[in-house]
C-alpha cells in the first residue's frame, strides 16, 4: 500500500469519527437503540391540540373559507384552508396577505388563549378549490409587540 491510499484511508476514517460525532448530538444512542431528541412539552401541546382540531375538521369557517386541518411543526401552528369558490389562478399570495393579514394579525394578538402568548408563530395557508397553494399569512409573537 502506498502512502497516499493509507493517508486517504486515514483521512475516510477521520471523517466517518468527526460525522458520527455530529450527529450524535442531534440523536443518541442508549443500549445499542437509537434515542431521539425529546419534544419540549409545548410542541407535544401543539400536537395534541392540532390532533384535536383535526378530529372535527373540516368545517367551514364562512360561506366561502373551509379549515381543512392543522398542522403543528416544532413551535408553529399550521392552520389549512381552502378557498371554495376560487382557484388559485384567481387570487393571488398578495392578495391574501392585503385582505387577511391585518385581521389575522388582531385576532393572533388578542385572543385570551392567544398563541402568541405562548411564544407559539402561525401560519394561515390557503389553497384554492384546485388544492393549489394561493398564499400563507405568516405571524410571529414579535409582531404582537405594538398590540
Request: proline fraction near 2%.
Amino acid at each position: 500500500m502506498n502512502l497516499s491510499k493509507k493517508r486517504a484511508g486515514w483521512l475516510m476514517a477521520l471523517a466517518a469519527v468527526l460525522a458520527g460525532a455530529f450527529i450524535s448530538k442531534f440523536v443518541g444512542f442508549e443500549s445499542g437503540k437509537i434515542v431521539y431528541p425529546k419534544r419540549s412539552s409545548l410542541s407535544q401541546s401543539l400536537l395534541q391540540t392540532a390532533s384535536e382540531m383535526n378530529s372535527t375538521l373540516p368545517m367551514m369557517v364562512d360561506e366561502q373559507t373551509r379549515l381543512d386541518n392543522t398542522l403543528a411543526l416544532d413551535e408553529t401552528f399550521v392552520y389549512n384552508y381552502t378557498l371554495i369558490h376560487y382557484n388559485s389562478g384567481q387570487i393571488t399570495g398578495k392578495d391574501i396577505n392585503d385582505f387577511l393579514f391585518a385581521n389575522i394579525l388582531n385576532k393572533y394578538c388578542t385572543a385570551k388563549s392567544s398563541l402568541a402568548k405562548m411564544g407559539v408563530a402561525s401560519n394561515y395557508n390557503y389553497y384554492g378549490n384546485d388544492a393549489k397553494l394561493i398564499g400563507v399569512v405568516k405571524v410571529t409573537p414579535g409582531q404582537c409587540l405594538h398590540k
